[in-house]
């Protein structure tokens, strides 16, 4: 299967652990988080609006919530992106395994995740180490 992933989405999968806005998007995010583990998923990546979007309450009119927080969203992506190829499709386990390698300390994440407010509930971001 063929997956649309903005690019600061790559993290919160990787701290995915069954919370979400509504029932409908943890249904989405639960079921895009067990594609992304198989090898035969293939990553595209954009800024944009995306395949977890597509089920979030906070799409509207095909931006996050308004304009203010669709640009800083964008940021986030475009700080994600800017580590990889956003021409390329990639094996999803491989992207994955990529991710792990460039963002593997709370200073790497710094610009993405600071704002988070799911950040004391994301595995990912709880297992980083501090060192920059
Ligand atoms: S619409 Fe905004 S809050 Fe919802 S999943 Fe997309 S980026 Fe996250």
Not at 13 to 22: E, P
Not at 75 to 97: C, G, H, P, Q
Not at 122 to 127: A, D, M, N, S
Request: with cysteine.
């Amino acid at each position: 299967m063929k997956l649309k992933l903005r690019g600061h989405h790559l993290l919160c999968l990787k701290g995915f652990q069954g919370y979400g806005y509504d029932e409908n998007f943890v249904k989405n995010m639960t079921f895009i988080n067990s594609k992304r583990k198989l090898p035969q998923t293939i990553i595209s990546l954009c800024d944009s609006a995306d395949d977890i979007c597509s089920s979030c309450p906070n799409l509207i009119d095909g931006i996050c919530e308004d304009k203010t927080q669709n640009e800083r969203v964008i940021s986030m992506d475009r700080e994600v992106l800017k580590k990889l190829d956003i021409t390329k499709e990639y094996i999803s386990t491989e992207l994955f395994d990529k991710i792990d390698e460039i963002f593997n300390t709370k200073g790497s994440v710094s610009k993405i995740c600071f704002n988070c407010k799911w950040s004391e509930k994301c595995l990912f971001y709880q297992k980083l180490s501090n060192n920059r």
